[in-house]
């Protein structure tokens, strides 16, 4: 069984500021963590995703996540905030066994300030 | 360009009247899946499919049917829609079920509402 945690369903910054969304995992198996984003009204984009090759992972429009294992963290960071990254970003694990469905977290909304 | 399309992209209708949501791709992608998204709860899978005439039950099949008669397609049948199935559904394809490693393309959405 697999689960995803998002800790905060709304996180507001300043506009310029670092971007921290957290999000903890449970897996039986080695998994593969993904973030996506959805933009009011939009589809999910696929921002980075980690598939037990380096820990730090970049993804596009400056995010990167860190997978810590012993924590069972995999938190989205930015180093500053743009108004464009005002959205919803979902964390998503994948079980390498099974019937491969991704199990999506409840999603943080994230609000940028000018 | 790699795309998932979706159709319709809104559709209100009544408690019982059967409607079908189409999801297709352009890619050679073998595996589909829907989910439907609601608030708080994230994405949930309803059917899946491995590859042609290979379809199988996500978390919340319940009151829904698919179908995958072609590699491109993969459509979503509410035989009877209930209020509860209102909601915002998303389809989505990648090359192979690695999901792990394949990335997933999602489609752009259909807003159902059931009244």
């Known amino acids: 069984a697999q689960s995803v945690t998002q800790l905060d369903s709304h996180v507001s910054v300043s506009e310029g500021t670092p971007v921290l969304l957290r999000c903890n995992y449970s897996?039986?198996?080695?998994?593969?963590l993904f973030w996506y984003v959805q933009h009011p009204n939009k589809g999910l984009q696929l921002l980075l995703k980690y598939t037990s090759a380096a820990t730090l992972v970049k993804g596009i429009n400056g995010f990167e996540a860190e997978f810590k294992k012993s924590e069972t963290s995999f938190h989205l960071t930015k180093p500053s905030a743009h108004m464009s990254d005002a959205a919803e970003y979902f964390c998503?694990?994948?079980?390498?066994?099974?019937?491969?469905?991704?199990?999506f977290g409840s999603g943080t909304r994230l609000q940028v300030q000018p | 360009e790699a795309q998932v399309t979706q159709n319709p992209r809104y559709l209100i209708t009544v408690t019982g009247k059967k409607l079908t949501v189409t999801c297709s791709h352009n890619?050679?992608?073998?595996?589909m899946s829907w989910y439907r998204q609601d608030p708080g709860l994230g994405l949930r899978q309803i059917y899946y499919s491995m590859n042609v005439e290979v379809t199988d039950k996500g978390d919340v099949p319940e009151g829904y049917k698919v179908s995958r008669k072609e590699k491109r397609n993969f459509p979503l049948i509410l035989e009877s829609p209930s209020p509860n199935q209102t909601s915002l559904y998303f389809c989505a394809s990648s090359l192979t079920f690695s999901t792990s490693t394949d990335t997933q393309y999602f489609g752009p959405g259909t807003r159902l509402t059931v009244l």
């Open positions: 998503v694990v994948s079980a390498a066994t099974g019937r491969r469905a991704l199990t």
């Open positions: 890619m050679n992608h073998e595996y």
């Open positions: 897996s039986s198996y080695s998994p593969s």
